[in-house]
């Protein structure tokens, strides 16, 4: 059974910063493409930022510079560090797993960026 569990979700004050971890079972994680996606209220998800298994990374545009996504694959775990937060960036945040036609999703961790 494939499980991907987040944490690190929280409520900080713009400027701010947190770390997310998702932490897999159940998969080889070493092969996957691990990324974070947000969805804000009235919205679509979109993606935040994903690693390949040969660490290569993208980022939205609106995040480059602010958010750091790296893997750990001894502990099948992927981060994403998040500085310099913005109201904008409130959303529930979510782990995918991608491996050609597997895809796994975790049950998301609410970020709110708020004074």
């Known amino acids: 059974q494939v499980q991907l569990v987040e944490s690190g979700g929280g409520l900080v004050q713009p400027g701010g910063s947190l770390r997310l971890s998702c932490a897999a079972s159940g998969i080889i994680f070493s092969i996957y493409t691990m990324g974070w996606y947000r969805q804000a209220p009235g919205k679509e998800r979109e993606l935040v930022a994903r690693i390949r298994g040969g660490g290569i990374t993208d980022y939205r545009p609106s995040v480059k510079g602010r958010f750091t996504i790296s893997r750990d694959n001894a502990k099948s775990t992927v981060y994403l560090q998040m500085n310099s937060l913005t109201p904008e960036d409130t959303a529930v945040y979510y782990c995918?797993?991608?491996?050609?036609?597997?895809?796994?999703w975790g049950q998301g961790t609410q970020v709110t960026v708020s004074s």
């Open positions: 995918n797993a991608a491996w050609v036609n597997n895809d796994y």
